[in-house]
């Protein structure tokens, strides 16, 4: 019985995985390949993704850790994946054309002209989910527009994690956490929008039933046990969004915002509650449906240590290391003696740097950097506040950007608020996992499950030096 474990496929962006995980949370098993977009045969400019190479790619990373795996049980498989990407399949799940990436530009059009459907405000009202050009609802206007017989022929709309699924058990579903991706979803209902879905032209068969997190799909099919390598019958169960996976993979109670910290940044919280029609009145805001049924995700992103590379590369090399960086600005005081910036690379005119004078120097652009970042946290957290009506009592941080301590405590200065920091980089494995061992019944709930991994958190606290304390 110690010896089970859930293996986790993880189809990222950059890496496929298969992860094995045992009942405490604990990787016993991992293997990677990269993953890539192809380029479409129709334009150059256009991204698709390969279905058969995803699967192709599960299967070496499978058989990889087959070794280690051989004296283990595998008692349930779930899948996540990256968020809004799907295709059009027959009767037989074979797709009518192929996975539209998110990176596509080819929507970016549609979103453009989607007030000829509905108003963007009423979109976001009812969906939760902002105005992205890689949005679901973008992609089948663009198929209806482009390719209207296909929606004829069609059987179904699976989203990538239910394509990969429906190859593993040949079961026709729909993973919750996917569809409040989508805008097409009435995140209210928990189920699809007629008001959306009636203003689009789309027809609701399209959507196979809805199975929330920690629900069996089916089991291993023989066909797909082949391919793997692993024996057929294992019980197959729905995870999703890896956003969603990551939150509850943190260890994040309810009301405890979460940050993570990269290239971008993205504040989402666990809340019962959600005003949606406030969300439209902030860039960059939306609202995704939570791993556990009755939650909302709603979020906010910006751009973040896309800036701070920006920063390097014009005052530093490209290859400085960051600690110097870091040391340089920790010897300039709190204020960077009135240099200040502003981070709003993307969409702010008056972006850049003010208070500048002749004494100022490089470490006093890039302590202003991380203070100005900061700065646009603290906005952003008060309005999450507002929209899902809590009050934060400390902030939860993960990521590569959580690697910066004196970020780390200039955050928890500004915000007033102890700064809990995960290094564990492997929440989104971590959380369907857990619902992967709720699944099968070993747990009678997904907390419970959570309940048995140990964490370990870096404090920070405000106007303190920094203390690094582990605990629970």
């Known amino acids: 019985m110690n010896q089970d474990v859930i293996l986790v496929l993880d189809c990222g962006a950059t890496n496929v995985r298969a992860i094995a995980v045992d009942r405490q949370g604990n990787i016993v098993a991992r293997a990677a390949t990269p993953n890539a977009s192809d380029i479409a045969v129709e ?22 850790v087959a070794t280690a795996l051989s004296t ?43 007030s000829r459907i509905m108003r963007p405000q009423q979109l976001q009202a009812i969906s939760g989910v902002g105005a992205f050009s890689f949005n679901t609802l ?21 989203f990538i994690s239910s394509l990969i699924n429906h190859r593993l058990t040949g079961e026709f579903t729909t993973d919750i956490t996917m569809a409040g991706t989508s805008q097409m979803l009435d995140i209210a209902q928990r189920d699809f929008s007629d008001d959306i879905l009636q203003a689009a032209g789309l027809p609701r068969r399209l959507f196979p039933r809805l199975v929330e997190a920690g629900e069996q799909v089916g089991t291993l099919q023989a066909d797909a046990a082949a391919l ?62 939570d791993s556990h049924a009755g939650l909302y995700n709603p979020g906010m992103q910006w751009l973040a240590s896309g800036v701070l590379e920006w920063v390097r590369k014009l005052f530093w090399t490209a290859d400085t290391p960051w600690q110097t960086l870091i040391e340089e600005a920790r010897a300039i005081p709190a204020g960077a003696q ?33 203070e100005g ?12 506040e507002k929209i899902a009506h809590f009050q934060a009592s400390e902030l939860l941080l993960v990521g590569g950007g959580s690697r910066n301590a004196l970020w780390n405590q200039i955050k928890a200065d500004m915000l007033d608020l102890p700064i809990k920091v ?16 709720f699944g099968v019944g070993a747990f009678t709930t997904p907390e419970q499950a959570r309940s048995q991994v140990n964490y370990h958190y870096r404090y920070f606290y405000p106007h303190t030096e920094p203390e690094f304390i582990e605990g629970v």
Request: proline fraction near 3%; charge should be negative; charged fraction near 15%.
């Open 338 to 370: 009135g240099v200040k910036m502003h981070c709003d690379l993307l969409a702010c005119q008056n972006a850049g740097w003010q208070g500048v004078t002749l004494n100022t120097t490089r470490g006093h652009f890039y302590r202003a950097a991380l």
């Open 422 to 437: 995960l290094d564990d980089a492997e929440t989104t494995v971590a959380g369907a996992a857990m619902y992967g061992w």
């Open 228 to 289: 793997l390598g692993l024996p057929a019958g294992i019980p197959v169960i729905s995870a999703g969004h890896d956003t969603q996976f990551a939150l509850f993979g943190a260890g994040a109670a309810q009301n405890e915002p979460v940050l993570s910290s990269g290239t971008w940044e993205i504040l989402m919280v666990r809340s019962a509650e959600v005003n949606t029609p406030l969300l439209s009145h902030y860039a960059g805001s939306t609202c995704e449906l």
């Open 72 to 114: 283990r049980q595998i008692r349930g498989i779930t899948v996540t994946t990256f968020g809004v990407d799907g295709a059009l399949v027959d009767k037989q799940g074979q797709l009518l054309y192929p996975v539209i990436s998110w990176k596509c530009p080819r929507t970016a059009a549609v979103m453009e002209n989607i």
């Open 373 to 384: 970042l900061t700065e646009q946290l603290a906005r952003n957290l008060h309005t999450l």
């Open 43 to 64: 334009n150059s400019a256009w991204h698709q993704w390969s279905l058969d190479a995803i699967l192709q790619r599960f299967a070496d990373c499978c058989q990889r």
């Open 138 to 158: 973008y992609k089948l206007v663009w198929l209806k527009e482009n390719h209207p017989q296909l929606l004829e022929q069609a059987h179904a709309w699976l």
